[in-house]
């Protein structure tokens, strides 16, 4: 290609070299500059959380006695599981919804995640754990075990808790009240027709009827 480039339009190579390169020399020398009055950034403090305050709480748990050491906040749900590994009443919904967690507190269901264990102290705790007698079943038990009212099993302890509470106070009750006091359980795998009949079997047998 001949000819000066004189009128040429466009930038020239070495030209675009030269630009780039001061902008290049300028955006250093600006970072490194703060304006005037910026003062230098302070390092991170050390936050020192106070250590949790803990109280003695005295339970009663499928009659036996134990002494805990727990902070005040601390779930009957929790104590159970993490501190008596009683692991039976399960940690689901936390929040009352489900049922899982269900435990019987002098005779009668309560769902553990919503009880703080100071309020457990001096009641009667008994969990799934605690129904079998001398290596044999609760007739609950037993009922949900033959007619196959479980399929992942998780909800069962609850369950069969709500349905212990409901037998304690009432001895032949009909399947609408078995319904109602079931009610507050969940099972997610939808096996509610052979649970109801488990209750309903095991009501019988409880008043030898079997």
Do not use: W
Request: net charge positive.
């Amino acid at each position: 290609m001949s000819g000066s480039g004189k009128g040429r339009k466009g930038v020239l190579r070495r030209e675009f070299l030269k630009v780039t390169g001061v902008g290049a020399a300028l955006t250093e020398l600006l970072a490194g500059c703060k304006p005037e009055g910026e003062a230098e950034a302070s390092p991170a403090k050390l936050v020192r959380i106070p250590q949790a305050k803990t109280v003695t709480v005295t339970l009663k748990v499928n009659g036996k006695v134990y002494k805990l050491q727990l902070e005040p906040r601390v779930t009957l749900l929790d104590a159970l599981r993490n501190h008596l590994n009683l692991t039976g009443a399960k940690k689901v919904c936390d929040r009352g919804e489900c049922g899982a967690c269900t435990v019987l507190l002098d005779g009668k269901p309560v769902y553990s995640c919503m009880m703080l264990t100071v309020d457990a102290e001096g009641h009667d705790i008994v969990t799934v754990e605690g129904l079998a007698k001398g290596g044999k079943l609760h007739p609950i038990q037993e009922a949900f075990v033959e007619h196959d009212a479980m399929q992942c099993g998780f909800c069962i302890p609850g369950f069969i808790m709500a349905a212990v509470g409901l037998l304690n106070q009432n001895k032949a009750p009909t399947l609408d009240e078995i319904r109602k006091a079931l009610s507050g359980n969940i099972c997610r795998c939808g096996v509610y027709p052979r649970i109801l009949e488990a209750v309903a079997d095991a009501a019988k047998r409880m008043r030898g009827g079997a």
